[in-house]
Nanobody, 120 residues
Framework: QVQLVESGGGLVQPGGSLRLSCAASSASGVTFSIRAMSWYRQAPGKERELVARIISDGGSTNYADSVRGRFTISRDNAKKTLYLQMNSLKPEDTAVYYC??????????WGQGTQVTVSS
């Protein structure tokens, strides 16, 4: 069982920045290896969508068109922590942001979500 603890959400004005974090740990103490880590988001009345993904081996990334150039995904493999630096935030970025971790066993885990609200 893998636990994901997200932090960094909040209220920010348009044009502002936020940094989300997601720390992965084992609830049972069993070691695990991560294949990929992702951020998803879900706005009210909309489906959950992929925001950004990073592969542990090699660090390749991909982004949703709506955030490319404004958001940056990164990770600290040693700390098993995922980050999302969000700049030039827009009201349409308002959503609950979820961390998702895919292990090398191909089992996946979701974080509890953190609210990001962009409003003046």
């Amino acid at each position: 069982q893998v636990q994901l603890v997200e932090s960094g959400g909040g209220l920010v004005q348009p044009g502002g920045s936020l940094r989300l974090s997601c720390a992965a740990s084992s609830a049972s103490g069993v070691t695990f290896s991560i294949r990929a880590m992702s951020w998803y988001r879900q706005a009210p009345g909309k489906e959950r969508e992929l925001v950004a993904r990073i592969i542990s081996d090699g660090g390749s990334t991909n982004y949703a068109d709506s955030v490319r150039g404004r958001f940056t995904i990164s990770r600290d493999n040693a700390k098993k922590t995922l980050y999302l630096q969000m700049n030039s935030l827009k009201p349409e970025d308002t959503a609950v942001y979820y961390c998702y971790v895919l292990l090398t066993t191909l089992r996946g885990y979701w974080g509890q979500g953190t609210q990001v609200t962009v409003s003046s």
